[in-house]
């Protein structure tokens, strides 16, 4: 099992509609969640990052987390043509790096087309 | 977000040769910084993680002696992959992180690499 999965895609939304990205991951330990927007031939850029059970919004964007069910999503309001993209949801790892920073481990990302 | 530039964007080297691909951190110093590698239509893959001062931690299955890391001060990290060979044309990615009670990583532009 894969430890932060995501449904590949593609997903086509009409412009203007709500579009929902979901994200599942192994470990219960797992405390930090991220979202991650990366187009084509560029490289990820942070949508948000969640870290407490509940919605968190941001403009068109919230970041929702299920600690009891592992599972985050993310929903785009008023999706745009220019909301598509691949998404990556990235989710802490167990594994400390010898540094100060934790690594994140990432999912295969959900490749969202918004039709105008 | 923070801020994070990558050297050369873009290099086309003929097999054998080797190349430096430079990260860094403009606007914090980053104790901590991740390479990435990204092949076409796949999702991230972590390489290694650069700590300054100290030896890169890498993945299993990452050649150390191949992709040669140096992390000489806070706000840079250097990969050069060694004798390049056409299996390794990819997307190199890194990432910075600006301390241990923040994980949020911010990722450099990304070199495209292509060996003949």
């Known amino acids: 099992q894969k430890e932060v999965e995501q449904n590949s895609g593609p997903l086509s939304v009409p412009e203007g509609a709500i579009a929902s990205l979901n994200c599942t991951y192994s470990?219960?330990?797992?405390?930090?969640f991220f979202w991650y927007r990366q187009y084509s031939g560029k490289s990820p850029e942070l949508i948000m990052f969640?870290?407490?059970?509940g919605d968190k919004e941001d403009g068109r964007f919230t970041a929702q987390l299920n600690k009891a069910s592992q599972y985050v999503s993310l929903l785009i309001r008023d999706s745009q043509p220019s909301d598509s993209a691949t998404y990556l949801c990235?989710?802490?790892?167990?594994?400390?790096?010898?540094?100060?920073?934790?690594?994140?481990?990432f999912g295969s990302g959900t490749q969202l087309t918004v039709l105008p | 977000g923070a801020v994070v530039s990558q050297h050369p964007s873009r290099v086309i080297c003929k097999s054998g040769t080797s190349v430096k691909i430079e990260c860094r951190s403009l606007d914090f110093q980053a104790t901590t910084m991740f390479w990435y590698r990204q092949f076409p239509k796949q999702s991230l893959m972590l390489m290694a993680t650069?700590?300054?001062?100290?030896?890169?931690?890498?993945e299993q299955g990452v050649e150390k002696d191949k992709f040669l890391i140096n992390h000489a001060s806070l706000t840079l990290s250097t990969l050069t992959v060694t004798s390049a060979h056409p299996e390794d044309s990819s997307f190199y990615i890194c990432s910075t992180s600006p301390g241990s009670l923040q994980e949020t990583q911010y990722f450099g532009p990304g070199t495209r690499l292509l060996v003949l």
């Open positions: 470990d219960r330990g797992s405390q930090s």
């Open positions: 650069s700590n300054e001062g100290s030896k890169a931690t890498y």
């Open positions: 969640i870290y407490s059970n």
């Open positions: 990235a989710v802490n790892a167990l594994r400390i790096s010898s540094g100060s920073a934790r690594q994140l481990t």
